[in-house]
């Protein structure tokens, strides 16, 4: 018998399910090599333990496979029940049992993945609504759990490294970062930013930046390290001053 492939034909959705793939295959790998008494200590996501963050990430999976139901069936199904509910299970799964987490981990993003192995093809343009009430494409939920699985596991703390991050990935998230921040301007009274890969061919450059921009240079992977929150090796400001501490990304 035949295996059972993604009913995916556009090559560009196939390939970000690819990254995703990769990404939680990264991801299992650096939560694997953690022992059971490792789990207790602190992650390097600010005032979260590692048992919090593989919660997380877990039950993220579990949510994301809400909206390919919904978008499957046509019949509502959010992320969270409430507006508390994200919070309540990840303190809850936090406290289970460092093999009952390790099972977590495991068989959310199994399911996630037959998930979207298993959606027909019609169904990716399907719109569903995140938990921060954007509404998408079904196929949005591709690029969620990458930025889930790529970035946490950094935040593991054993290792992993935005190094190891696919180029592909690491352009995405820095046009993510910067739309982000764009959209949010006016409301926070951001500043202009404009970020210079020096190991791509252009940079992103906000086309109306005053001259007052805020200009950062680097290696593509440092800056998405820097923009996302979680250091700045490698990153320059243009004119010598100390590189600010980003906005907030999410």
């Known amino acids: 018998m035949p295996g059972r492939t993604d009913n995916v034909t556009d090559p560009d959705l196939a390939a970000r399910l690819l990254i995703a793939r990769r ?6 790998r650096k939560l694997n090599e953690l022992s059971d008494e490792e789990f207790n200590e602190p992650s390097r996501l600010a005032g979260w333990s590692r048992r919090e963050l593989i919660a997380h990430v877990g039950l993220n999976a579990r949510a994301l496979t809400h909206l390919t139901e919904w978008a499957a ?7 969270y029940s409430s507006p508390t509910q994200r919070k ?57 759990r990458s930025r889930e699985v790529w ?20 352009d995405a ?30 940079s992103l450059r906000d ?18 390290q820097w923009a996302t929150g979680r250091g700045a090796t490698g990153v320059e400001a243009a004119d010598g001053s100390l590189v600010p501490s980003p906005p907030r990304w999410l």
């Open 88 to 144: 309540d299970d990840i303190e809850f799964a936090a406290t289970l049992p460092t093999q009952a987490l390790r099972n977590l981990s495991d068989h959310a993003a199994i399911h996630l993945n037959v998930e979207w192995r298993d959606l027909p093809e019609e169904a990716w343009s399907a719109t569903i609504r995140t938990a921060q009430g954007r509404i998408v494409p079904a196929s949005e939920t591709v690029w969620i």
């Open 151 to 170: 970035i946490h596991a950094v935040d593991l703390g054993n290792g992993a490294n935005f190094l190891d991050f696919p180029a592909p990935f690491v």
């Open 207 to 224: 086309t109306i930046a005053p001259p007052d921009a805020v200009v950062l240079r680097g290696p593509a992977t440092g800056l998405a």
């Open 73 to 79: 069936s046509g019949i509502e199904h959010p992320m």
């Open 23 to 28: 990404g939680q295959a990264y991801y299992s």
């Open 173 to 202: 998230l820095l046009t993510d970062v910067t739309s982000a921040w764009a959209r949010r301007r006016e409301a926070e009274s951001l500043p202009y930013y404009v970020l210079e890969p020096l190991d791509r061919p252009q």
